[in-house]
């Protein structure tokens, strides 16, 4: 694995994290768009399944404890049930710990985002904009000096202008962590970025380094600089780390010098969330003491990860170490969704036949082996969508998977017959297959063609029968208890 990657996640681990800020709740209504209403010429959306992820200041909480740092999430919700989401989901990352305060007076912000296929069609937010109050202020910073005295090493403000982040609050924040030692990093929002004095680091885009310097700026290095230094001088920042979109990422500091990073090379598919990772992943560096050069060259790496998903999408540590492989090895783990289905495109422009097919491949077993080979052998390439830890843990219970998803990614790929893995968070592979689309989707057991997911994304559907005699299930019963009988579990 690439040195910077593996030192970076060798150290995050446990690393205590503070984040301040705005919170809210992404829902998604996923489906499929088939007709127009007769009511009104709007198209019907048929929906197949919802899911409630952590928005704003969660998202940045969500992304440094996929990463596996502990993070503890400061900010207010509303006494309702997208307020208690949050709670809930909060408690589902690996490693959090809860500082909330609940507002009586306050509505927790709600996004609704209606997606047909890979498209996002509409967003109805729930929002109603609550200046936190001195006592809820109060309150969190309390709870914030108290876990900084237990040793908490680094302190996002990720400021979505919804109420939490008052110019009192944000710099009561940074003088508390001058006092202990503890970089700041900001995720700005607004003009008003005196209250941001003294961070170490600020992260705007350069729609905000626009806003705050009165005027366009251009999306050219020597214009960006300039814009940066001003802001820099006029507000007391450190060091501001600009997100430029296709050109990468740019830090200037304030007395003047820069640098670039050119960003990932990959498809942009949905830039929701991009900027909590950026930040997340330069908290975590900062706190780290890891050089600028090194921090920016992780946060574009992730940035690209998490541009390829659909919606608000958290980056994880297997991301990050299948980056690292990619990058020292060349191998056939795929990070990015658009960038495998650019090979396979150009796979089948040659003539290639695409196979694919999917699953938890948790303890590889001949049965596994024997099925892929046959999979492989209905055409030229063999493409295998690998279910994420937290999709087999949804599928097959808190005890699973065994092995961890980097490393059943890694022996899938190991395999002569495998072309390409990619490991999808979601409990179906109906996503991935919309934007793969390979010739042939192969299932293994006792499937009905017509019952199989995502059949419509492929030329044909082929159902391969397992192998008598071997399942991850029966292996982890005979070494519990030997001699239980076994049962197939692909």
């Known amino acids: 694995m690439h040195a910077n990657i593996r030192t970076f996640l060798a150290e995050v681990q446990g690393l205590p994290v503070g984040v301040i800020g705005d919170v809210m709740l992404d829902r998604y209504l996923f489906g499929t768009v088939g007709r127009i209403s007769p009511e ?171 806003l705050v310097s009165g005027r366009n700026v251009p999306n050219r290095d020597g214009d960006v600089i300039a814009a940066g230094m001003e802001a820099a001088r006029r507000y007391g920042l450190r060091q501001l780390a600009v997100t430029r979109s296709e050109q990468g990422i740019s830090l200037v500091t304030e007395n003047g010098e820069s640098g670039h990073h050119p960003a990932a090379a990959r498809e942009v598919f949905d830039v929701s969330g991009a900027g909590d990772t950026v930040c997340a992943i330069l908290a975590a560096a900062c706190a780290l003491k890891i050089p600028a050069p090194a921090a920016l060259d992780l946060a574009n790496q992730a940035a690209g990860v998490v541009v390829g998903k659909v919606g608000t999408y958290p980056i994880t540590r297997a991301d990050m170490e299948n980056i690292g492989s990619s990058v020292e090895d060349g191998n056939k783990i795929y990070v990015s969704v658009s960038a495998l289905a650019t090979q396979i495109r150009s796979w089948q422009a040659q003539g290639d036949t695409v196979v694919f097919t999917n699953g938890c491949f948790d303890i590889l077993h001949r049965g596994h082996v024997s099925y892929l080979h046959a999979a492989a052998r209905l055409g030229n390439r063999l493409v295998v969508g690998l279910n994420s830890d937290a999709s087999v843990r949804r599928l097959k219970g808190e005890t699973r998977p065994v092995c961890r998803e980097a490393d059943r990614a890694y022996l899938l790929q190991a395999l002569s017959c495998v072309d390409a893995v990619i490991v999808f968070a979601e409990d179906t592979p109906y996503e991935l297959l919309a934007r793969l689309r390979p010739n042939i989707l192969v299932k293994g057991g006792d499937y009905r063609p017509e019952d199989i997911i995502g059949k419509e994304f492929a030329e044909r559907v082929t159902v391969l029968p397992f192998i008598e005699g071997y399942s991850t299930t029966g292996l982890i019963a005979r070494i519990g208890a030997p001699g239980t009988e076994r049962e197939h579990d692909a």
């Open 40 to 210: 009104a010429p709007v198209p019907v959306h048929a929906v197949t399944r919802t899911e409630s992820r952590l928005g704003g200041a969660g998202n940045v909480a969500a992304n440094l404890a996929q990463l596996g740092a502990h993070v503890y999430l400061y900010s207010a919700v509303g006494d309702d049930e997208a307020g208690r989401t949050i709670g809930d989901l909060l408690m589902q990352l690996p490693a959090a710990s809860n500082r909330m305060v609940t507002d009586q007076e306050r509505q927790t912000t709600a996004k609704m985002r209606i997606v047909g296929g890979q498209q996002q069609m509409l967003r109805v937010d729930f929002e109603e904009y609550t200046e936190l109050s001195s006592v809820g202020t109060d309150d969190l910073l309390q709870q914030l000096e108290t876990d900084l005295r237990a040793g908490l090493r680094g302190v996002v403000i990720s400021d979505y202008d919804k109420g939490v982040c008052r110019a009192e609050l944000c710099q009561r924040v940074i003088a508390l962590c001058r006092q202990y030692q503890v970089p700041v990093v900001v995720d700005p929002k607004g003009t008003a970025w005196e209250k941001y004095a003294g961070a170490e680091l600020i992260t705007p885009n350069l729609a905000e380094l626009s």
